[in-house]
C-alpha cells in the first residue's frame, strides 16, 4: 500500500531510554518510510492582499452578492480544486490500493471540505468576527481533521490540499477588500485543520499542573508565532533566491504558508512532548512532509535551515528545564530530515 506505515512501533522517549538509541532507532524507520516513498513518487502575486488592516465589520455592499455567488459556484469550485490536488499530487489514482478511492468516498471528501467553506461564507455574509469561528466551528473542523486522519497519512493530506485550493479559489474571486477579511477566516479553520491544536489541547487537560512537559508546552505555545516569524526570517537570510511552487521566499503566499508549517512543527513537537512518544511525527508528520515537500519544490535544506533555526530558538527564549523537554524531539527531527534519510535514496 502506497504510504502505508511502517510495521515498526513508534518509539516513547523516557528517562530509561538512551537518548542516542533512540534517535538512531528514529533514523533507521524514517530511511526505510522514505525509501518505500521517494520509489512512488514522481521526480517532479506578490499582491495578493491589502497591506494594511480593515474593518473586518465594515458594510460592504457587494459582499452578499459575492457570497451569493460563491454560494452557487461552491460544486464547481469544489471539483475543481479536486483536480488542481491531483495534479499537484501527481498520483496516478488506479496505479495504489490506497488510490483506488471509490466515487462515494471523493464526493464524500470534496463535499466535506465544502460545507466547512458554506459554513464560513454564512458567517462573513453575517460580518462575524473571524476570531468566533473557532468556537462556531472549531470542533467541527477538528472532528473533519480526526475523520481524515485515522486511517492513512495520503488522506489527511489530501483533505488538506483541498481545504487549501478551494480556499484559494473563493479568496480569487473576491475583490481585495474581500479578500484581506475572509483571508482572516480562511486563517482561523486552515489552523484548526492542519494543526492537531485538538490532541494538544486533549492532552495537556490529562496532565497535572506540575508535570514537566506541561510547563515546557505552557511557555512555548504562547511565543509559538514570534518563534516561527524569527525561523523564517533566519531561513530567508540563509536561502534568500530560493522559489517553490508558491514562488520565491519574498512571496506574501510562500511567507505566510512557511509559517504556518513553522508553527505546525512545533505543535508537533508539543503534542510528543504530551504523549512521550515519536507517534505523531511518524504517523503524521514525516509522512505528510514526504509526500507533500518534494511535489511542491520545497527542498530538503530548507527543511533542515528551518529546523536548525528553530532549535536555536528554542533554546534562546525557553527556560532551560523547558527546552531539555524538547530537545530530545528537536535532535530527532534533526536526524530523520537529514541527509542521511532523504538524499540518500
Known amino acids: 500500500m502506497m504510504f502505508s506505515q511502517s510495521q515498526e512501533q513508534p518509539d516513547s522517549v523516557s528517562s530509561s531510554v538512551d537518548k542516542n538509541e533512540m534517535t538512531l532507532m528514529a533514523v533507521r524507520w524514517a530511511q526505510k518510510y522514505y525509501a518505500k516513498a521517494a520509489t512512488q513518487s514522481p521526480r517532479t502575486p506578490n499582491h495578493f ?64 471540505v465544502s460545507n466547512l467553506y458554506h459554513q464560513a461564507l454564512e458567517l462573513f455574509a453575517q460580518y462575524e468576527y473571524p476570531f468566533r469561528l473557532s468556537v462556531s466551528l472549531g470542533k467541527e473542523t477538528v472532528k473533519l481533521r480526526r475523520k481524515y486522519s485515522q ?19 473563493l479568496l480569487e474571486w473576491m475583490s481585495m477588500k474581500e479578500r484581506t477579511v475572509f483571508f482572516l477566516y480562511f486563517k482561523t479553520l486552515e489552523d484548526y485543520l492542519y494543526s492537531p491544536l485538538g490532541e494538544v489541547n486533549d492532552l495537556a487537560g490529562k496532565h497535572l499542573s506540575d508535570s514537566p512537559a506541561l510547563i515546557a508546552v505552557q511557555q512555548l505555545l504562547p511565543i509559538f508565532t514570534t518563534i516561527a516569524h524569527q525561523v523564517y526570517r533566519k531561513v530567508h537570510e540563509f536561502n534568500p533566491g530560493y522559489c517553490s511552487i508558491s514562488g520565491n521566499v519574498k512571496n506574501h503566499i510562500l511567507q505566510y504558508s512557511s509559517t504556518r508549517d513553522i508553527e505546525l512543527f512545533q505543535i508537533y513537537i508539543s503534542w510528543c512532548v504530551l504523549e512521550n512518544s515519536l507517534r505523531p511525527i511518524q504517523q503524521e508528520l514525516f509522512p505528510m512532509c514526504v509526500i507533500l515537500y518534494p511535489r511542491l519544490h520545497i527542498s530538503w535544506k530548507l527543511i533542515q535551515d528551518m529546523l536548525d533555526a528553530m532549535s536555536e530558538e528554542f533554546e534562546k527564549r525557553l527556560l532551560p528545564q523547558n527546552f531539555a523537554v524538547f530537545s530530545p524531539y528537536l535532535q530527532v527531527l534533526s536526524e530523520i530530515f537529514s541527509d542521511q534519510v532523504v538524499q540518500t535514496v
Do not use: C
Open 49 to 112: 492582499l491589502l497591506d494594511h488592516e480593515v474593518d473586518v465589520t465594515e458594510f460592504d455592499q457587494n459582499r452578499s452578492k459575492t457570497v451569493a455567488e460563491l454560494m452557487k459556484n461552491l460544486s464547481l469550485l469544489g471539483t475543481l480544486a479536486w483536480n488542481k490536488v491531483g495534479t499537484i499530487l501527481g498520483i496516478d489514482w488506479h496505479r495504489y490500493p490506497v488510490n483506488k478511492l471509490r466515487l462515494e468516498d471523493t464526493q464524500t471528501l470534496i463535499q466535506d
Open 151 to 169: 486511517t492513512e497519512p495520503l488522506m489527511l493530506v489530501l483533505v488538506q490540499l483541498q481545504f487549501h485550493y478551494l480556499g484559494r479559489m
